[in-house]
């Protein structure tokens, strides 16, 4: 078993928001801010500890979950499109945790930018990827 | 005595999970201290050493298998096994685990062989290469196998060791059912020879007629997706280097994005001599208009409770002042006043930049503070505790 291109990539990802957390981590205010509402003012919040250590979590669980999963279910695994389709909502959702633990960290450090601007162009390119590859799953399908 | 067969299977996988594992146990101790990280470093030290290999050998009338530099093995004497099988269904997971009909040991992949004892009970044993070890151990079970049952056994398993090797080389997905397919067409062609025919040429000529075992990796081609294919030295670097310099950006990023905040201590005072003098707190309120002279809302004490604004843009406490703002260069705010007459008096409605403010984004509050005084040198100051 060898670790693919992908899998490499969201593990680089998963070093990188754990250096910036474990670098930001002093600089933070002991309640941290965490959630936003539509209009992007506040509405959650989390002790500092638990904040800056959530999102690195979640990654570390999905990265493990893409790369276990594939080689654990067979089934799944000789399935070419599934494994594709698991790779690569594996590094989009990598890049978008990324970019939310890094927005969470410069609204507590007083850069405040509205979490709509983050979140929304990395919803959209997950949304359109899951339609695209859907649409191509469909495509197969219709023409067997 | 030498071992009639030994091969050890890396658990890469658990390898990799374990490395970053233990990385991240260093992250906890950035964060929990030295006592979080502990019992989680040595737990992943314990996985990867349990789990980095899984050794198979069959040796002096024995089937032994153990994990790692032998922490936990299992012996099955030959004399017990009826047979042995590829395993016959789907599992998942790594360890030492109950599936179906026996307990299954592996440490990487899903494929495995299942040995059935003579008692009936089954196990399950994890492995790279099945068709080998079922060769191996139903060879060594029946050590009684006629002399050219065990001539066909040796070409056999030496033609699908050489395609397995051929497959391997381009880590094709299904490469398992095609040496599986393999070794039933060879055994069928076996089958099909008369026992006169059963000769050594024989054998040598179903698998000359079988095809070169490079043939097998060429028809099945390399059907690896691109983001399967192995990860070049290139690539890593190129990687790391992308990957370094987000990090950096990210770092950097903040401080180019802060205004400078420097300049708030060094900005030229604009005089306003009503704001000079001794101000004393009465009130603390959501807004400006909600202050009633004489009616005071805040219950609690004040944090704040009164400040001397000097005519150098000094002040009583930690803030430096000039027209419209009051500057706290430790917190890097500026917040705005305004000055009021009500009956009679003169109130000071001062924003007051807290948590609230500075780091959830809520609407300021103003404390209220009354002028009792133009002159700035009389009297003591009255606040013991400036937010510094």
Known sequence: MRITRNELVCIGILIVI????????????????????????????????????????ILLAFNIAAIVVPRVASVWANIEALRKFFSGLNIILSVLLLMVQYHIILWNIGI?????????????????????????????ANSL | MNAQYRHSQPGYLSIVISLILIAFSGFIYLLGG????????????????????????????????????????????????????????????????????????????FKAVTVVLKSGKKIHIGTDQ??????????????????????????????????????????????????ADVSSHLDSRFAELKPQEQTWENFQKITTEMGPPAEYAELVGDARSPDQKGVSAGFVIALIMILAAVAAGMVFLPKLLKKDDSNLSKQVIVNDPNLIGKWQTVDFVDDIN????????????????QLIFYENGQTSGPWLWTKEEIIHPGDKTAAH????????????????????????????KFYVLQKVSQSTNEGEDQNANYPK
């Open chain 1, 18 to 57: 754990s250096i910036i957390s474990a670098y930001f981590y002093p600089q933070m205010p002991q309640r941290m801010a965490t959630h936003w509402d539509f209009w992007g003012n506040p509405n959650g919040y989390m002790q500092r500890l638990g904040a800056i250590i959530l999102m690195p979590l």
């Open chain 1, 112 to 140: 405040k930018i509205n979490p709509g601007f983050i979140a929304m162009p990395m919803i959209v390119v997950l949304l359109s990827w899951i339609i695209y590859f859907f649409y191509k799953a469909n495509r197969k």
């Open chain 2, 34 to 109: 030295l006592a979080a990280a502990i019992p989680m470093f040595l737990i992943c030290l314990f996985i990867l050493v349990f789990s980095y290999k899984l050794t198979v050998e069959i040796k002096e009338g024995f089937l032994k298998f153990w994990f790692g530099p032998g922490l936990f093995w299992k012996t099955i004497p030959l004399e017990q096994i009826a047979y042995c099988q590829p395993f016959k269904g789907v599992f998942g997971g790594w360890g030492i685990r109950y599936v179906f009909d026996g307990w299954l040991y592996n440490v990487s992949g």
């Open chain 2, 130 to 179: 099945p068709e080998l070890l079922i060769e191996a151990i139903n060879s060594a079970a029946h050590g009684a196998a006629t002399e050219v049952s065990s001539m066909w056994a040796e070409v056999k398993a030496d033609y699908l060791k050489r395609v397995e090797q051929a497959l391997s080389a381009n880590r094709h997905p299904r490469s398992f059912e095609i040496l």
């Open chain 2, 290 to 305: 909600n202050y009633k002279p004489g009616e005071k809302r805040w219950t609690g004490d004040f944090f704040l409770k």
């Open chain 2, 337 to 364: 006043y305004y000055i009021r007459e009500m009956n009679g008096s003169t109130y000071l409605f001062f924003e007051w930049m807290s948590g609230d403010v500075t780091i959830r984004g809520m609407k300021p």
